[in-house]
């Protein structure tokens, strides 16, 4: 069965402190994996999509990286702003199907 | 451009009532999907749809129907709703061309 885990499920940061958020996955055949990141009440808003191991994506303080087991997103000097619940998921080839981990909020204290 | 819109944002049910859900997208996708959000757990995926037309279940397609006769439009509905339901519920779409789902800001159903 597909799965995806994400750690740690939360993390405090101080400001301009860098760290990164894990996501463990196992799936056949994957076709893409995806980065969303969601604040209180609103839908999940598209970040990244990764497809194979080795790809590496940045925008603003944000870079995603893949293997062939995981991905990580790494935060660099955090503002307060990017305090949320950042979602990883999985789409496996064949299948409409996005498996997504429980999320891992976020809080980057000013 | 609104992308992806849903109605309503909130809504109360009693046990036994039906209801549905909007959806409508202005990107010209084919693919719709409908999730479902419970608290500490991942997104669910109930029905999702390729084009018009065409709809297939999900996971969790239980207690839940949908149609889609046109590109915009791809409505949920609850019949006799259940406490089970009680959840948030979100719409996404997704291009040919690309694999990225863009989701609406959802809605939020309890059922008592």
């Known amino acids: 069965e597909d799965q995806v885990t994400q750690s740690p499920e939360a993390l405090r940061l101080q400001e301009g402190e860098s760290s990164s958020l894990n996501c463990s996955y196992t799936?056949?055949?994957?076709?893409?994996l995806f980065w969303y990141r969601q604040d209180p009440g609103k839908g999940p808003e598209f970040l990244f999509t990764?497809?194979?191991a080795g790809e590496e994506k940045e925008k603003e303080r944000l870079k995603a990286t893949l293997t062939k087991k995981e991905s990580f997103l790494h935060i660099t000097a955090p503002k307060p702003e990017d305090s949320a619940t950042y979602l990883c998921?999985?789409?496996?080839?064949?299948?409409?199907?996005?498996?997504f981990g429980k999320g891992m909020k976020l809080t980057v204290n000013p | 451009n609104a992308g992806v819109t849903q109605t309503p944002k909130f809504r109360i049910l009693k046990i036994g009532q039906s209801m549905t859900l909007q959806c409508t997208q202005d990107?010209?996708?084919?693919?719709m999907y409908w999730y479902r959000q419970d608290p500490g757990m991942g997104l669910k995926l109930i029905y999702y749809?390729?084009?018009?037309?065409?709809?297939d279940k999900g996971e969790v397609p239980n207690g839940y129907n949908v149609s889609r006769s046109t590109t915009e439009d791809f409505p949920l509905r609850l019949e006799l709703a259940a406490p089970s339901q009680t959840s948030v519920y979100f719409c996404?779409?997704?291009?040919?061309?690309?694999?990225?789902?863009?989701f609406g800001p959802g809605t939020r159903l309890t059922v008592t």
């Open positions: 998921a999985v789409s496996q080839g064949g299948s409409e199907k996005l498996v």
């Open positions: 990764l497809y194979s």
């Open positions: 990107m010209n996708h084919n693919y």
């Open positions: 799936v056949s055949g994957l076709r893409g």
């Open positions: 749809s390729v084009g018009a037309g065409i709809t």
């Open positions: 996404a779409s997704r291009g040919q061309a690309s694999y990225e789902q863009y």
